[in-house]
């Protein structure tokens, strides 16, 4: 019998979409009043969105370079196997599948009720919560259809939401009220542990670049397209979040918008003062389902991406063979698409979204700075090897990633310790599990995975 492969079913646009709608989430409307609070000014807060892109897109172009080498299922699993080994491969995969993926997806869905609080009484569905849960499991099943109505269903959803982004962006620039004087307001430099934690909520909001790769085996002409929808994807977010903060800090005075912060209890969240400007009293309708479709989108970019990691996992026999299982017909992981969705569930009743947030991207950029290494690794361990697409400026580009990304890392564990102590605990759990139960048993050679 033939075993089933998966189908490359993403074309040039459904891999772009999927890195755009990934990346553009949540991220965009609650963090910057985060980030104004933190830093005190916008000069400030707009460097850190600046420095925070810059370093995502200086990953993404890792990623590019990686995933066009190896365009299997698995993405940054697949790089970590081939450039440390089976054991690094493992801790990531085990970091993404019970706090990566299911917080992303929980995250989005609890900041989807959040938008939905204000306008519509969510009561009548028994709360965010229930509302939260509601939509994971109705795009869990979504997502057990086939990628290519994932894809073409995340394609529009992006379409839709880059354009409600840009109709917000445009109309805080263009905000009657608006001065542009207040980006001149606040004081000086907050000082490098602020920087940091301005940083790490930015990077947030840029998160999602990354997840293209681990549904590389999906993705057709994988050389030319991905290393093309991923850096594309990337400047195009890069813009669009540079332009909408200028608007939201021209629109408003810094009060005003760290007084938005999601601390700040029933204050409704920047966009929404933004775009009170000039939507008027239909203003938190049109922001609220905006931000909504926004959310969904990433959410749904996160299910489809994320599931392939146990996938890959499970072939190389280091997770239970079901994860590893194609349903038949639609050809998707079915089991890892349910399991994951079900710990999302979970995670949703019992994290806030800061909470679940700053776990997810402090989990996450553990293994960002690995991968990242493993670039110049494996540029001189397999010099011969196709490479459709080279990071630029190599070796300085990765080696700047890496360096930030420590950086970054060890002022997180000192300003945010509880998610750090998450991450690092979960990494820990993952080790032990592997020295006691699986050593030996990971199957490395390529041939394991989908070929390209």
Known sequence: MTERRLVRGLGFWGASSLVVGTIIGTGVFLKTSVMAELGGSPLWVLL????????????????????????????????LRRGYGPFMGYLYAWNRFWIATPGSIAAYAVGTAKFLEVPFDTSVVGGNTVLAIALVATFT??????????????????????????VVAAGALAAPRGSWSNLSAGGGFPGWSAFGAMMLAALWAYDGWNNLPMAAGEVRDPGRNLP???????????????????????????????????????????????????????????LALAMALCALSAMNGSMLTGARVPYAVARDRLAP????????????????????GALAC???????FDQLTDAVVFASWLFYALNAGSVLMLRRREPGRARPFRVPGFPVVPVVFVALATLLLVNTVYTAPEPSAIGLGMTAIGALVYALFLRGRAR?????????
């Not at 259809?145 to 379409?159: A, D, E, I, K, M």
């Not at 490395?444 to 390209?452: C, G, K, N, R, Y």
Request: hydrophobic fraction near 50%.
């Open 48 to 79: 850190a969105w600046l420095a925070a892109g810059a370093l995502s897109l200086a990953g993404a172009m890792t990623y590019a370079e990686l995933g066009a080498m190896y365009p299997q299922a698995g993405g940054e699993y697949v790089y």
């Open 444 to 452: 490395i050679d390529e041939a394991t995975s989908d070929p390209p």
């Open 141 to 166: 099943a979504i997502n057990l259809v086939n990628v290519r109505s994932g894809g073409h269903f995340n394609t529009v959803l992006t379409v839709m939401k880059v354009a409600l982004v840009l």
């Open 228 to 286: 093309r929808a991923i850096v594309g994807g990337s400047l195009a977010v890069l813009a669009i979040y540079a332009v909408i903060n200028l608007g939201y800090f021209h629109a408003l005075p810094l009060p005003d918008v760290i007084n938005s912060a999601s601390n700040k209890g029933d204050q409704p969240a920047v966009a929404a003062r933004v775009a009170a400007q000039f939507l008027g009293d239909t203003s938190q309708i049109v």
């Open 346 to 352: 979970i995670l949703a009743l019992t994290s806030s």
């Open 321 to 340: 063979a079901g994860l590893g299982a194609l349903s038949d017909g639609a050809r998707v992981p079915a089991v890892s698409v349910l399991v994951q």
